[in-house]
């Protein structure tokens, strides 16, 4: 029994994917008298919610006064998360799965759930991400990182560039987001520059990939140092044509097939390389990793490391484990043993 402060909401394009995975999460941890939940809500416009019942007044939109975290906690941030044992950041994209958060905590001096924060950082931004990655070998697409300052000085020098390296078809994506937000493919000057103005209004920094035309496979990985790997799932897309925002989290946008149809060879390979992915952002505690397999080819990519993915108990994350035999109640346990043991190591 533990006396979890769970942080949910935020300022986030992923606001509304927080509110349903921390509901799932205080659900759990609740049932059957496990754990004590201590709610902790932040608004859109980053307004801390100390106390009440958050969640209802960020679902139903009448969050009140509330404070800014410095009135709110005054000089003593410690104080004020104090009464927890642990930490529960059910946060996705900047501002909460991004090393911003996990500083905070670590400023207080409490352990948390998940990466701290080089490896939140770095699994935040899709650039650093892939150099890391490549870095360490690991099989990715051809890609490349952009600035919107170029892009706003000088956009057919940055058209160009992009067009001769990765070239079209591609996918363009701020860098430091997730569910898809702001991700768009381009085939051809236009699409790019309208795919670019997207991007670019939602990050100072864009990524813009080559496309594949691919089989999308996941694994969950759930650790510190010597991290397990689930069994690989398969998403199959209903319709859509690629895995946005609305296959995510719309109704029926999506089947997940476990374990996923694919050669016994390239799930050994998933296997391994979701081992060093999240030792090579040195992620803790959990992360959800993502691969391509192409069509084709039967190539093997890694896309990218989520280090708070969805968090519901029927996200691909938990369904994941559940195939593998570990129930989501009994996950959740095992993220605040990892978070106790961690902070105990680095304390
Ligand atoms: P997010 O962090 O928002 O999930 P991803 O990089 O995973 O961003 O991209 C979201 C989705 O866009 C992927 O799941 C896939 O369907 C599609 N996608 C992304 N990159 C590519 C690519 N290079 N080629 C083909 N499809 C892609
Ligand atoms: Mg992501
Ligand atoms: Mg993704």
Request: with cysteine; hydrophobic share 40%.
């Amino acid at each position: 029994m533990a006396r979890v402060m769970v942080i949910f909401g935020g300022r986030s394009g992923e606001h509304e994917v927080s509110l349903a995975s921390a509901r799932a999460v205080m659900e759990a941890l609740e049932s059957g008298g496990r754990h004590e939940v201590l709610p902790v809500g932040i608004t859109r416009e980053g307004r801390w919610l100390l106390s009440g019942d958050p969640m209802r007044a960020l679902t139903d939109g009448n969050a009140g006064p509330g404070g800014e975290l410095s009135s709110a906690v005054g000089s003593s941030l410690p104080g004020t998360l104090g009464p927890a044992d642990v930490v529960f950041p059910v946060m996705h994209g900047p501002y909460g799965e991004d090393g911003k958060m996990q500083g905070l905590l670590e400023m207080a001096g409490i352990p948390y759930v998940g990466s701290g924060v080089l490896g939140s950082a770095v699994g935040m931004d899709k650039v650093t991400m892939k150099k890391v990655f490549a870095h360490h070998g690991l099989p990715q697409v051809r890609w490349r990182g952009l600035v919107r300052r170029d892009w706003e000085q000088d956009r057919e020098a940055v058209i160009r560039a992009v067009e001769s390296e990765p070239g079209y078809p591609c996918f363009v994506k701020p860098s430091n987001l997730g569910s898809s937000v702001g991700i768009n493919r381009a085939d051809d000057e236009e699409g790019l520059a309208a795919a670019l103005d997207e991007a670019f209004r939602y990050d100072r920094r864009v990524i813009v990939e080559q496309f594949v035309d691919a089989r999308e496979v996941e694994v969950s990985v759930l650790g510190n140092d010597h991290p397990e790997v689930s069994l690989p799932g398969e998403v199959v897309l209903s319709g859509g044509a690629f895995y946005d925002y609305e296959a995510k989290y719309g109704e029926g946008g999506m089947r997940l097939v476990v374990p996923a149809e694919i050669p016994e060879e390239a799930a050994g390979e998933i296997e391994r390389i979701a081992r060093e992915a999240f030792t090579a952002v040195d992620a803790a505690g959990m992360s959800r990793i993502d691969f391509f397999l192409e069509r084709s080819t039967g190539k093997l990519f890694l896309n990218e490391i989520n280090t708070i993915p969805g968090f519901t108990a029927t996200s691909v994350y938990a369904k994941l484990w559940e195939a593998s035999g570990l129930p989501y109640p009994d996950l959740l346990d095992r993220l605040i043993s990892l978070a106790l043991e961690r902070h105990a190591e680095n304390g």
